[in-house]
């Protein structure tokens, strides 16, 4: 069974600074991409940021470019997401989710598509204050 469970949300002010992780546990393999989606009450799951299985390539949103970072972490199948200068706007649930090892690889045109990822965890609320 697998599980995916994520960590490190929580409420900051404005301009601050969280890191979220995320491990996937229970998959048959190793080479899986992995990225983040967030959900702000009343609006739709949008793409954040992802990362290759290798750790090579990485993608964003506009709206995280130059603020945070995808990378994966020590464990296998594991992500992180360091989010600076945090904006109001920035609140939401984020979701870690782990891509099909069968499907395409991750690229520009496919990363925010939601059916590229088989498996999600159950989401951490990220607040920010003014």
């Known amino acids: 069974q697998v599980q995916v469970a994520e960590s490190g949300g929580g409420l900051v002010q404005a301009g601050g600074s969280l890191r979220l992780s995320c491990t996937a546990a229970g998959l048959p393999f190793t080479t899986v991409s992995m990225g983040w989606f967030r959900q702000a009450p009343g609006k739709g799951r949008e793409f954040v940021a992802a990362v290759s299985w290798s750790g090579s390539d990485t993608f964003y949103a506009d709206s995280a470019k130059g603020r945070f970072t995808v990378s994966r972490g020590n464990a296998e199948n594991a992500v992180e997401l360091q989010m600076t200068s945090l904006k109001p706007e920035d609140t939401a649930v984020y979701y870690c989710?782990?891509?099909?090892?069968?499907?395409?690889?991750?690229?520009?045109?496919?990363?925010?598509?939601?059916?590229?990822?088989?498996?999600w965890g159950q989401g951490t609320q990220v607040s920010v204050s003014p």
């Open positions: 989710a782990v891509a099909s090892p069968y499907g395409p690889a991750l690229s520009s045109n496919n990363v925010g598509s939601l059916s590229l990822y088989d498996y």
